[in-house]
């Protein structure tokens, strides 16, 4: 296995996409619209997640984590009626998903996964 290691999307803090030693790490997605429904939030960050694995050649079947922030448990309901349309059926990765303050206002969802090659 190769010891290189691939960063996409870099800047000074942070990389959104690493790629080492067959695994995919995708930096926390977090929507670009503030202040909307969980629905559309967590929608808008699933359809960035596919493309950002997309650009790291693969696709949501080769999930194997995903670590997911709440700002309040209340969305849990309404969060799961989209993540489980969205994940392929027999391809549910681990899953985390925590209630937590997020770092913008308006924001209720966060989202980190980590893919294999």
């Known amino acids: 296995m190769s010891n290189e290691i691939k960063r996409l999307h870099t800047n000074a803090r942070m990389s959104q996409i690493v790629i080492a030693n067959g695994v995919v790490y995708l930096a926390g997605q977090v929507p670009d619209t503030a202040n909307v429904s969980v629905t ?15 650009q790291a050649g693969v696709d949501r079947t080769r999930l194997l984590t995903a670590n997911i922030w709440l700002s309040d448990a209340k969305h849990f309901a309404e969060f799961n009626a989209v993540w489980d349309a969205w994940v392929p ?10 209630q937590s303050p997020l770092m913008r206002a308006g924001l209720e969802v966060e989202i980190a996964v980590t893919a294999l090659v």
């Open 89 to 98: 059926e027999g391809h549910a990765p681990t899953r985390a998903c925590v």
């Open 40 to 54: 559309q939030q967590t929608t808008e960050i699933l359809t960035r997640i596919d493309s950002l694995l997309a």
